[in-house]
């Protein structure tokens, strides 16, 4: 537990279906593990079935509300490229934007192209990173079902979340259920590697 | 099982507020518990059916009813039997329930009753409107409390079985979508539970259970009694709390539930103490704490989500305590919407004379998403299967409630009208009557159960010919796949096309819609009739079918 750390603010925006609420469980068991206060927020129901999901995780010292207020946001995890774009209304010029190298198209609608969408991200803040998490995942895993795994592990490790990776370790042990485990603990330390 | 199932006093545990209302309820020792699923509250119910799956009658007796009124009911029966019950419902549900609920609150229970009613500011999980459940208290005369976060939420469901049980009055705990699916850490303290098997008994009391008049003037008599009596309850009660740094403000904030926490943090934000004044209680109100709260303030700020209920009564009250005092709320925050913390900000901020600055406001175009039937679902069969049957421009398409409210999305574009449930062939029935334009009204198999049966008799009765094509896919699929009384698996030996046809329909054809052809010749032969027909598309749920 970091005694200075006021107040960690995080969003993760997808698609219906990606795991977020499997992340924001994972994180707010690691924070809860190093002694943070904690405050989530997430939604159920027919915005499950494949439309825009954000979910909303905040630790620190003392957390009242489970929204990030505007602008507020520390980091923003898009689990698809053209979602990550509604990160802007809770980020600042300091946010960090993690964002999977994956467009799903919106049915009837021309996806945004990538630059576009980092275009527009740079508008609020130059710290951007474009990681392709499905295509290693998928390569590497045998599977992209672990990106949001493997992007949140890397986030830990590169210290861009302010949790110890033991803590998320003994996060995923304790949510993902035994038999998918091996998968997502390998996916961990697989986020370790240069 | 479910870790907030154990045992674990003293213990820290994060919980979902629907799961924190679980413990509580837990915690109190209930011994009955009834629901019909529905967003915001859904997870209650699931987890009180993995907790007494196998097991019903040891301790704790469980079920989904058919539809709200009757999980009411159902609890009525059981708090009249001396049995401490919890029954759980989404706003649009206590619709449902709302006939039973009123004489429930005249007669009082024996059994202490908790409510657990879930509102949808936003609209997030919601179609029909944003309804606000506490106008209920002033029709009802029935307590309302609002707990703020997950811990509360523990918190006031037990407190609320011990109001019931004081006052012999059921009691509503009102969440709001972010409680109910917020997470925070939660102490835990120790769960109430018997292994023995429940035996109630009903001790025959015409006095207490037959509203009939002239009875029911008295009872309304003694109910209006009982609300003062829990007023002077509410003014000494913790639930609502006065946070004070300092008696020389001139100004003060009036809160409760999910805007509690955005105020707090608004206050640490700007760094300003001005009182707060954080009510649990909705109703009835602590009216003389609230008086000798605003009598030396200027102005005192009301932050309440969605209607001005809270700050309608504290005018009233400012003209007997502080005729001088600037009541403001809705002028500062919308009515529309939910809550959200900036809002807060921005009043916060006004008020304590401070800048408020937002990061540089981008304009960006971020394409909308909207949900989507999954892939495989059965569903498509049916909306391809109809658009190849009829013209779409030729023919009026009735919407209902469950994952087929989707219709109305592109590409389908096959919804002509939406209400509440039970409704598109209640109103399918009046539009065929008004213009005798060809019609198909969709609802699904719970819904059908549900409130659809009387509107199905009705076009029966009353001689309309709308095609109805009821989707069976064998489950309560939107809210997280509930069991109904002709889902996959249930031993009712219920089959809805029984039920159509004691209901008098003549026109009944059960078929699997992934069968196009028959599919197809089934609806352009149904929509030609002279009397209603019933289509049963039958096909479970993928979900289901996986499991």
């Known amino acids: 537990m970091d005694k200075n750390l006021k107040q960690f603010n995080m969003m993760v925006t997808g698609i219906g279906g990606q795991g977020l609420i499997t992340i924001l469980q994972i994180i707010s068991e690691a924070a809860l593990n190093e002694g943070y206060d904690i405050k989530t927020s997430e939604l159920h129901g027919l915005s499950q079935r494949g439309g825009s999901v954000e979910v909303y995780i905040r630790f620190g010292k003392k957390v009242y509300s489970p929204l990030i207020p505007q602008g507020k946001a520390d980091l923003v995890i898009g689990m698809e490229d053209q979602e990550a774009l509604k990160g802007i209304y809770f980020a600042n010029s300091k946010t960090t934007f993690l964002v999977n190298k994956n467009i799903v198209p919106i049915p009837l609608k021309k996806p945004l192209k990538e630059k576009e969408i980092l275009r527009d991200l740079k508008k609020i803040s130059k710290k951007i990173f474009l990681i392709p998490a499905k295509d290693i995942c998928k390569e590497k895993l045998g599977t992209d079902v672990v990106s949001g795994i493997y992007l949140l592990s890397w986030a830990v490790f590169k210290k861009i979340i302010p949790l110890e990776p033991s803590s998320i370790l003994k996060a995923i042990k304790k949510i993902i259920p035994v038999k998918h485990l091996e998968l997502n603990v390998r996916t961990f330390h697989f986020a370790q590697e240069p | ?547």
């Open chain 2, 1 to 547: 099982m479910k870790e907030l199932l154990f045992n674990k006093p003293g213990e820290k545990l994060i919980l979902l507020g629907n799961e924190a209302i679980c413990r509580g309820a837990l915690e109190a020792g209930v011994q009955f518990v009834s629901t019909y699923p529905g967003t915001p509250a859904s997870e209650i119910g699931n987890i009180f059916f993995d907790l007494t799956k196998n097991k019903n009658g040891k301790g704790l007796y469980f079920e989904f009813s058919t539809n709200e009124k009757v999980a009411m009911e159902a609890g009525m029966g059981a708090s009249f039997s001396g049995l401490k019950t919890l029954v759980a419902m989404k706003n649009f549900g206590l619709n449902v329930a709302i006939d039973s609920l009123l004489p429930f609150v005249y007669s009082g229970t024996k059994g202490p009753t908790v409510i657990i009613v879930a509102d949808d500011p936003s609209c997030h999980s919601s179609a029909q409107s944003e309804e606000n459940t506490r106008p209920i208290a002033y029709l009802g005369h029935i307590p309302i409390l609002e707990p703020s976060d997950p811990q509360e939420c523990k918190d006031f469901v037990k407190a609320g079985f011990k109001l019931s049980e004081q006052f012999k009055i059921p009691v509503i705990i009102r969440t709001t979508t972010r409680v109910a699916h917020q997470k925070m850490p939660v102490r835990l303290d120790k769960m109430v539970r018997s292994n023995k098997k429940i035996i109630g008994k009903f001790v025959k009391n015409p006095k207490q259970f037959i509203t009939l008049p002239p009875r029911v003037l008295e009872m309304k008599k003694e109910l209006l009694e009982k609300i003062e009596k829990i007023r002077d309850f509410s003014e000494k009660s913790p639930l609502n709390k006065i946070e004070k740094t300092s008696n020389s403000s001139k100004i003060g904030i009036i809160t409760s539930g999910i805007s509690y926490l955005y105020t707090k943090e608004a206050l640490a934000e700007f760094n300003v103490s001005f009182p707060v004044l954080k009510l649990g209680f909705f109703y009835p109100l602590p009216e003389t704490k609230i008086k000798s709260f605003i009598k030396g303030f200027k102005k005192v700020l009301v932050i309440e989500e969605l209607e001005p209920f809270l700050e309608n009564e504290i005018e009233r009250l400012a003209k007997e305590a502080n005729c001088k005092l600037e009541v403001i709320g809705k002028k500062l925050i919308t009515e529309i919407g939910e809550m959200r913390p900036e809002f807060v900000f921005s009043a916060v901020a006004k008020l304590a004379n401070k800048k408020y600055s937002l990061p540089k406001n981008i304009q960006v175009s971020v394409p909308k998403r909207l949900p989507q039937l999954c892939p495989g679902c059965p569903y498509w069969s049916v909306i391809s299967a109809v658009k190849k049957a009829v013209d779409p421009d030729k023919v009026i398409f009735g919407g209902e409630i469950g994952c087929y409210m989707l219709f109305g999305n592109p590409p389908v574009n096959m919804q002509d009208y939406l209400f509440c449930m039970g409704s598109s062939m209640g109103i399918g029935h009046g539009i065929k009557k008004a213009t005798g334009q060809k019609l198909i009204a969709f609802i699904g198999d719970s819904s059908f159960f549900h409130s659809g049966i009387p509107a199905l008799i009705n076009t029966v009765f009353n001689k309309s010919n709308p095609l109805v094509i009821i989707l069976n896919n064998e489950t309560t699929a939107m809210t997280g796949h509930q069991p109904h009384p002709a889902s996959v698996g249930s031993e009712t030996g219920i089959k809805i096309e029984d039920l159509v046809r004691a209901c008098g329909v003549k026109n009944v054809k059960t078929l699997n819609p992934v069968n196009q052809e028959e599919m197809i010749k089934t609806v352009k032969n149904f929509l030609s009739k002279k009397d209603v027909s019933v289509i049963i598309a039958k096909h479970p749920c993928i979900f289901v079918a996986k499991k």
